[in-house]
């Protein structure tokens, strides 16, 4: 089955840095993936989406990266400020399974420092 | 516009009761779907909908049971309420497969 997982459990930046969030996963088939913003207490908060056929993909400060060849995803926050603190998950669709629902990762705490 | 609506938002069970908890979507979304998280985890799919009628299971079925009678509501009964079962539970919607779900605010249960 799907396994997306993230490297780091909590990431620390100062406010106005560059923040990057990774996300590995393990099924070749995932053909959708979603970045989701969680704050305490709120259910998740959809970010920015990339499809397979797509390498990278742009927001208002966000930027996703999909590497296919080595299954790996990141989720890139310009300019980081104090609002951006929360929990963040990756997200995927796998295309094989027959389930038609969202396979989640554990998710990566960002804290930002005044 | 209210999206997808969670109730109760907080529940507090001994074990062996049973409840439901409700959720409803007003976007005419085909697609809905029950998470929970545990602490400091990612969400595990419980049961989703594809539409009216049709439900199927997700990773961790045991000890729930949904119905879809209509196109906007997907209730999520939980009969013999176990320890292990408290959690939070996000109810979510979709138009379709391939578009991102839209997240209800939780239900916090607790069993205890």
């Known amino acids: 089955g799907e396994s997306v997982g993230l490297h780091l459990p909590t990431l620390s930046v100062q406010e106005g840095d560059n923040s990057i969030i990774n996300c590995a996963y393990s099924?070749?088939?995932?053909?959708?993936f979603i970045w989701y913003k969680q704050e305490s207490g709120k259910g998740p908060q959809f970010i920015i989406d990339?499809?397979?056929?797509?390498d990278k993909r742009q927001g208002q400060r966000v930027t996703v990266l999909l590497n296919k060849t080595v299954k790996h995803l990141s989720l890139q926050i310009a300019a980081t400020q104090p609002g951006d603190s929360a929990v963040y998950f990756c997200?995927?669709?796998?295309?094989?399974?027959?389930?038609?629902?969202?396979?989640f990762g554990s998710g990566t705490r960002l804290q930002v420092q005044p | 516009n209210a999206g997808v609506t969670q109730t109760p938002k907080f529940r507090i069970l001994k074990i062996g009761q049973s409840m439901t908890l409700q959720c409803t979507q007003d976007m005419n979304h085909n697609y809905m779907y029950w998470y929970r998280q545990d602490p400091g985890m990612g969400l595990k799919l419980i049961y989703y909908?594809?539409?009216?009628?049709?439900?199927d299971k997700g990773e961790v079925p045991n000890g729930y049971n949904v119905s879809r009678s209509t196109t906007e509501d997907f209730p999520l009964r939980l009969e013999l309420a176990a320890p292990s079962q408290t959690s939070v539970y996000f109810c979510?919607?979709?138009?379709?497969?391939?578009?991102?779900?839209?997240f209800g605010a939780g239900t916090r249960l607790s069993v205890l």
């Open positions: 990339i499809r397979s056929n797509m």
């Open positions: 099924n070749s088939a995932s053909d959708y």
């Open positions: 997200a995927a669709f796998e295309a094989d399974t027959g389930r038609r629902a969202l396979t």
């Open positions: 979510a919607s979709s138009y379709s497969q391939g578009l991102n779900p839209y």
């Open positions: 909908s594809v539409g009216a009628g049709i439900t």
